[in-house]
């Protein structure tokens, strides 16, 4: 850091928000130079991932995930003698997992690496390469990346916002767990939720918009997911929205703890007819993220601070050379693995400019967001997917050939006894490669890099049928799904 006459502090890089994204970024920026970074974050370095998404949530999934597993084999399921966690341990391990929301770790890390910390929040002043923190000025010799994530969207519902809804955060970090538990919204974090809320033994209700769950994925893994929780005693009610919601003295009582009385719950259906009400002891929204742009200065460089920033593939905001934008900031890839990638990219591409190297190559691109995303949702059964669906493939214009089957080989039965898992490809016909993957059922997750790497790596059908599964594993199906097109 240096700083001028004016009392302005300079850097190199500066980096507006500290999590995963943000880090990446700075880390990248300046790695093995002499260049400078700082990270300005008001809340917790390490953001929504450590402390309130990925690593909570997985950490609360985990334990009914492995007892299920348990139980379903001859030798160890004698002993279990219940698939429901024990409530407190598996808290306490959440709390493990987040580090009790304490970021000294992440902070020591940071000064590790070099990257300076300000607390507290950012905005752009109009001047190219400037923001102000507090009062306090800060100027970027190379770069601004903004990397401030987002925020759960609550709709504008009647009686929604005085009920102080749970959102994520408040699931994630549940305290009390509430008897009766209503749900809006049918993606990711609704399905994870209501899996692990059941574990806890809630008893939960998702009202869904549409006719599906997860309706990015294929249809037939969103119709397993919903089986799944069926299973787990879930009511879906697809077609439903909430309409009114009352709340009996809402009380401000902290994250994951109920807000308050019982929550009344009207609902409509999607043509605007009356469907039976709901009483719960919780509302969860998970009705979608937006961008945390607003109260940035956006507006002071001419850009809505409401809509994801427009980007290129160098992830530079459209018009200004010196300002970049990462991970939900953008909304290409709302992903905490995709934010990170796209940090890295940027990373490569402020040290290139900075040492005067040209950006002709690949790295220097944000090229896996378009067609190359790779996705789990942890439910049960689990959902890992990268690259596109049948429907995406066909509104893209490709020529589009499909294979799906039953993951019933030796490595699935050798896992459990009851394994039910399917697995699907989308393949581009005229070129012989594959363009999308799904696989449905216990621990796909461990399935998919090796589909993420035939997608990126365009690697001919031909040429796949030499890269031979190891025998007695669960990546058998890869052979079962070539032999299907061979």
Known sequence: MSRSGDNTDTYDVVVIGGGPAGENAADYAIRG??????????????????YW???????????????????????SAPRVTSTRPDRDALLGWRDTMTSHRDDASQVRWLDGAGIDLVRGRARLTGEDGVVE???????????????????????????????????????????????????????????????????????VTMAVRGQAL??????????????????????????????????????????????GGPVRISLTGADGSRADGLEVDEVLVAAGRRPATVGLGLETLGIDPTQPLDVDDHLNVAG???????????????????????????GDVISARAEGYRLD???????????????VVFTRPEVASVGMTEQ????????VRTTELDIAVAGSALVRSDYRGHAGLVIDALREVIVGATFVGPDVAELLHSATVAVVGEVPLDRLWHAVPAYPTVSEVWLRLLESLH
């Open 33 to 50: 130079s002499g260049r400078t970074a700082v990270i300005i974050e008001d809340q917790l370095v390490g953001g929504e991932c450590s």
């Open 53 to 75: 998404a990925c690593m909570p949530s997985k950490a609360l999934l985990g334990a009914g995930a492995v007892l299920e597993a348990a139980a379903g084999l001859p030798g």
């Open 133 to 203: 923190v507090d009062g306090r000025r800060i100027r970027a010799r190379e770069a601004v990346v903004l990397a401030t994530g987002s925020t759960a969207s609550i709709p504008d519902i009647p009686g929604l916002r005085d009920a102080a809804p749970w959102t994520s955060r408040d699931v994630t970090a549940v305290v009390e767990v509430p008897e009766r538990v209503g749900v809006l919204g049918g993606g990711v974090v609704a399905c994870e939720a209501a899996t692990w809320l059941t574990d806890l033994g809630a008893t």
């Open 214 to 259: 997860l309706p990015a994925m294929e249809p037939w893994a969103s119709a397993m997911v919903a089986e799944g929780l069926r299973a787990r005693g879930v009511d879906l009610r697809f077609g439903e929205t909430f309409g009114h919601v009352q709340r009996v003295k809402t009380r401000d009582t902290g994250p994951g703890r109920v807000h």
């Open 320 to 346: 200004r050379g010196w300002l970049y934008a990462v991970g939900d900031t953008n909304g290409r890839a709302p992903l905490t693995h995709m934010g990170k990638y796209q940090a890295r990219v940027v």
């Open 361 to 375: 190559g690949p790295r220097y691109r944000a090229l896996a967001d378009h067609s190359a995303v790779p996705q």
């Open 392 to 399: 995406t493939a066909r509104a893209a214009g490709i020529e």
